[in-house]
Structures are given as structure tokens and as C-alpha cells.
């Protein structure tokens, strides 16, 4: 059975998904789907997949960025990083206890995977568009910046209104800020 890895589009490849079709992008915002969407679409090609024609990142510094200070031990300071970076989830969590013992595991796999990564592969030939809140005290520009070291494209920097998860109240923000960086690449 093939894994995530052996479908994920890759952009060092030549080859795309369908040539005459819109552009394929991969989009990550959690902490180790970025660091997993990273590996696969920075990694040199071991096989011939799909690329991907632009990737988006979403509140979340370059590898080798600095770890994340939280003692996954601890449930107390598990659930104090998840309100601290300003989630609905983190209110869920308090409000609703009994979904904790399915989460949490989840969160420290999350923080694990994403302490542990470091990249180190040749850098991508596809366009990075880093997006982050303009409240999001989590991940700072230079850290956002950082991500022009993977790509051999220009970097897009893009900036949406609302903290480390802005996704949930810019919603619309994000999918227009997608959507027009893919249709213009059409």
C-alpha cells in the first residue's frame, strides 16, 4: 500500500499531474504537517512524482529554526502552550476534558516531529509563500524569512490579520491569498 510519501507531489521533479492543468500546490499550517510537507517536497527526487508548483507554509518558522519550549510531559503545560498560542481547540479542550487523552497524544507526536526535523536537502525550484498572523508572537518575520533558504524561487511573504491561528478568523483571507497566487501562476 503506498504511503503519503510515495504520492506527494515533489518539486524538484519535471514531471506534473496533468501538464495542461492548473498548478498543484501543497498547502501546511500544522507543525508537523509543514515539517512533513517539507521533507517530501524538499527532498531531492528519488522517484519519478508529480511536481508541486507552489508551496504554502503557514505560521511556522524554516528548519533549524529554534525548538519549541514546552514539556510534552506534562499535560498542564501541554494545554497552557495550546492556549497560549490562541486556538479554539485549546478552549475545546477545557471545555470538553474527555477529548484529551485523543489530542494530546496527537499534540506530542506534533511536537516531537516538529523539535526533531532538520532539513537537509537541496532546495526546491518551486515559488514558498510563508504566511503568517500579524499577531502571532510564536514565529517571528526573520524566522518566516528564513524559508527563502529552501527555494531557488523568490520568496512571498504574506501577512493575514489575527494570531498564530489566523486561519480560523481569516478564512477568506487565506483562500483568496491562495487562490490568487495560483491563478496567476496559470
Not at 90 to 112: N, T
Not at 134 to 152: K, L, P
Amino acid at each position: 500500500m503506498p504511503t503519503e510519501a510515495d504520492v506527494a507531489p515533489d518539486p524538484t521533479s519535471d514531471t506534473r499531474t496533468d501538464p495542461g492543468g492548473p498548478p498543484d500546490v501543497l498547502v501546511a499550517h500544522l507543525r508537523a504537517e509543514t515539517a512533513g510537507a517539507a521533507e517530501r517536497v524538499l527532498l531531492p527526487a528519488r522517484r519519478r512524482l508529480p511536481t508541486v508548483d507552489r508551496l504554502f507554509v503557514s505560521a511556522r518558522a524554516a528548519s533549524r529554526s529554534r525548538p519549541v519550549d514546552v514539556d510534552t510531559d506534562s499535560d498542564a503545560a501541554l494545554l497552557a502552550h495550546i492556549r497560549d498560542l490562541g486556538s479554539a481547540g485549546g478552549r475545546h479542550l477545557d471545555v470538553e476534558p474527555r477529548l484529551r487523552p485523543v489530542v494530546l497524544p496527537a499534540l506530542r507526536g506534533d511536537l516531537a516531529v516538529l523539535n526533531s526535523y532538520r532539513f537537509a536537502g537541496e532546495p526546491v525550484r518551486c515559488p514558498i509563500t510563508a504566511i503568517s498572523g500579524s499577531e502571532d508572537d510564536n514565529v517571528s518575520s526573520d524566522e518566516i524569512r528564513a524559508w527563502q533558504r529552501h527555494t531557488t524561487q523568490p520568496l512571498h511573504r504574506a501577512e493575514l490579520p489575527g494570531g498564530h491561528f489566523y486561519l480560523e478568523t481569516a478564512t477568506a483571507d487565506l483562500v483568496d491569498l491562495v487562490l490568487r497566487q495560483v491563478l496567476a501562476a496559470v
